[in-house]
């Protein structure tokens, strides 16, 4: 048993892992740059797929040699989640305060499932089973369940209490340990920093809206109200000044898809 653990230890130190997490990161940065696209799309009034997760991959899958890249994401997703597991298993022992640690380490277990979720939807848009469908659905089984108002709620304060720390982390620029000291020093440094400025407080925005569209889903029992972020970004669509918005938080999303790119060449962890 120790040796396992041992083994894992050091696979968690290893340099190969640090190439398979920027294999990772780009496709997420691909995956936020085609939400962006799609968000913009949205924006002008030329819908074509949903601008959400599932909607990105969809699109990806209609390019050329698509299959293969959605693919491609599906392995980079997966390789996150290795990285985050080893995290959650074995990181931060620099960490003296145990609470603290093991914050630490829940915060790295719930960005695997994050990164799973996103790599099962690639799977099965790549196996042609994936759908374009929004949460409405999950919803209204989990509104079924004894307490399921409440569980709903409490989904939806969990979004936005994530969302929330995005933009405190883009605001107070805490992303900047993500980057090297090369990745945050001279003009493409200062390019970096902004991109993931803005990325980190745009992403918040719309998970932002997406809790709230739970909450609003809770407190009415209607399970329709709730949905992902493309339903969100429709819900910023509608406002006075919708496209303005919607247009600012797409390219927010897609500069976090850049700093994703940032990231992975000055990786630091």
């Known amino acids: 048993m120790n040796a396992a653990a041992d083994t894992a230890d050091s696979v968690h130190r290893s340099g190969w892992l ?3 997490i920027r294999a990772g990161l780009v496709a997420y940065g691909v995956v936020h740059l085609l939400v962006a696209l799609l968000a913009v ?7 074509q797929e949903d601008a959400s997760n599932s909607g990105a991959l969809h699109y990806l899958a209609e390019q050329p ?33 145990d609470t603290k640690r093991w914050r630490k380490r829940a915060t790295s277990l719930g960005k695997a499932v994050i990164y799973g979720a996103l790599g099962w939807s690639a799977v099965k848009v790549a196996i042609g089973d994936g759908s374009k469908g929004g949460t409405d ?13 409440l569980i709903v709620g409490a989904i939806g304060l969990a979004i936005i209490g994530y969302g929330i720390s995005l933009i405190v982390r883009g605001w107070t620029e805490k992303f900047r340990e993500h980057l090297d000291a090369q990745g945050q020093s001279g003009q493409d440094g200062s390019a970096y920093v ?19 569209l739970f909450g609003y889903a809770a407190i009415t029992h209607r399970a329709k109200e709730s949905g992902g972020l493309d339903q969100a970004l429709q819900t910023v669509l509608e406002q006075p000044f919708g496209p303005v918005m919607l247009t ?18 000055h990786l630091s962890r």
């Open 137 to 149: 659905g999950t919803t209204a089984k989990i509104m079924q369940l004894p307490g399921g108002q």
């Open 18 to 20: 640090d190439h398979a």
């Open 41 to 47: 799309q949205l924006a002008f009034g030329g819908k």
């Open 248 to 265: 600012a938080i797409g390219l927010g999303i897609g500069a976090y898809g850049l700093f994703c790119f940032a990231r992975a060449r």
């Open 65 to 97: 040699f698509g299959e293969v890249l959605v693919w491609g994401v599906a392995v980079g997703m997966l390789l996150l989640v290795v990285w985050r597991l080893l995290e959650f298993a074995f990181g931060y022992p620099e960490e003296s305060d």
């Open 194 to 212: 902004t991109l993931g400025k803005v990325g980190y407080i745009a992403k918040g925005v719309a998970l932002g809206v997406i809790g709230g």
